[in-house]
Structure formats: C-alpha cells, structure tokens
C-alpha cells in the first residue's frame, strides 16, 4: 500500500453520547418510519465527533425528514449541553406556529436531560429515541453524518478546529442549497422545501 500510494479509508471509532442510565428515555414513536408528506413533520438529531491536530470538533444538526435539509446545528470543541439545547432552540425558531414535528434521536445523555426534554415539551413537539444500541433506528442522521465526512472530511487536511468548523459550516451551506438529490426529484433540499410550500 505504502509502495502503490494507497491510504485505508476505514472509518474510526464512533463517538458515543450513551453515558448510563441517568435521566428519562422517551418511547420509540418513529419505529424506523422515515417517509413525511410535508416538512416539519418529523425531524431526526444526532452528534457527532471530528478530530483534527489533537483538538475534538463535535456537530449536532436537526434533519427534517421530508426534505432531508438540515434544519439548524451547532458546531462546537466540546460535547457540553449547550451544543444540543442551542441546537434546538434555534430549530424551534424556524417553526411555524402550527408546525410540532416529532423529533427523534439516540438515548445519548443530552437528549435524557431534563432541560432538553422540557424544551421539547413545552414547544408542544413529541421526543423519540432509539432503541439502545441500534443504529438503525436513526440511519438517516448516521446517513447524513458518514455523507459529510466522505465528502469533506476523509483524507482532508484541516489547519486547526477553527478550520475544520469553518469548512463544516460551509458544507452544510452547500449541502441544502446546492448539493441536489434525486431522491427529491433533482432539488436541493431548500428548493424541495420551498416547491412544498407554495403548493400546499
């Protein structure tokens, strides 16, 4: 390999927020139910780790299932609360008044927490998680996720953190407003958002 030029694209090890069984798990209410008919009808959330120079990079994104846009996220150095709850609030502030989506996501301890779990409840919308340990139950954030990292992290050079958060920010621009898919019909997630809209 080192002969032929060729690098290991092996994935490294998944950052896990599971940290016990401290706080309250909500009911699976997605089941692996991914299709919506309109947006913010369901949402699905997750975190994820980066590393560059030593330093951790952490993103927590809400995805709207019907459009696959990322909502709102966070970008952060640390796993710390703030980087789930701000992730929230600022998803809730794009929500029209009448719009309560279910928003799904893993038992990572930030979602089990009691100030997370209040702002989901008092913003009228309803908690789901994942089945411990499964995956499965949250592919299309873990699709997201290993998309993004294919695309702009895997044998990338990054200068520091601050680099590294800069190109991520900028990706996810690209992401909803120029990266189209087919399976929204050849439309980028904002363009497949606003056709929805001015039909409905």
Same mark, same amino acid.
């Given at each position: 390999?080192? *002969?032929?030029?060729?690098?290991? #694209?092996? &994935?490294?090890?998944?950052? &896990?927020?599971? &940290?016990?069984?401290?706080?309250?798990?909500?009911?699976?209410?997605?089941?692996?139910?991914?299709?919506?008919?309109?947006?913010d009808e369901?949402?699905?959330?997750?975190? #994820? !780790?980066?590393?560059?120079?030593? *330093?951790?990079?952490?993103?927590?994104?809400?995805?709207?299932?019907? #459009?696959?846009?990322?909502?709102?996220?966070?970008?952060?150095?640390?796993?710390?609360?703030?980087?789930?709850?701000?992730?929230?609030?600022?998803?809730?502030?794009?929500?029209?008044?009448?719009?309560?989506?279910?928003?799904?996501?893993?038992?990572?301890? *930030?979602?089990?927490?009691?100030?997370?779990?209040?702002k989901?409840?008092? =913003?009228?919308?309803?908690?789901?998680? =994942? &089945?411990?340990?499964?995956?499965?139950?949250?592919?299309?954030? !873990? +699709?997201?996720?290993?998309?993004?990292?294919?695309?702009?992290y895997?044998?990338? =050079?990054?200068?520091?953190? +601050?680099?590294?958060?800069?190109?991520?920010?900028?990706?996810?621009?690209?992401?909803? #407003?120029?990266?189209?898919?087919?399976?929204?019909?050849?439309l980028?997630?904002? !363009?497949?958002? +606003? *056709?929805?809209?001015?039909?409905?």
């Amino acid at each position: 390999m080192i *002969q032929l030029g060729l690098k290991s #694209t092996v &994935r490294p090890k998944k950052y &896990r927020s599971y &940290r016990g069984e401290s706080g309250k798990v909500a009911p699976n209410v997605l089941k692996r139910d991914f299709s919506a008919t309109k947006p913010d009808e369901k949402w699905v959330t997750d975190v #994820t !780790e980066f590393k560059v120079k030593e *330093q951790k990079v952490y993103l927590s994104p809400v995805i709207d299932l019907f #459009t696959q846009e990322v909502v709102a996220y966070k970008v952060a150095k640390n796993a710390r609360l703030p980087l789930v709850t701000d992730m929230l609030t600022e998803a809730l502030s794009k929500l029209d008044r009448g719009s309560k989506p279910v928003i799904h996501s893993d038992q990572g301890w *930030q979602y089990r927490h009691w100030s997370y779990q209040k702002k989901v409840v008092d =913003s009228g919308l309803t908690q789901s998680m =994942s &089945r411990k340990g499964n995956c499965l139950d949250n592919a299309v954030a !873990e +699709n997201f996720f290993a998309l993004l990292k294919t695309e702009m992290y895997h044998n990338q =050079s990054f200068k520091d953190a +601050n680099d590294l958060i800069e190109q991520i920010e900028e990706y996810i621009e690209y992401y909803n #407003t120029k990266r189209i898919k087919a399976k929204l019909k050849g439309l980028t997630p904002i !363009e497949y958002r +606003n *056709q929805a809209l001015q039909a409905a």
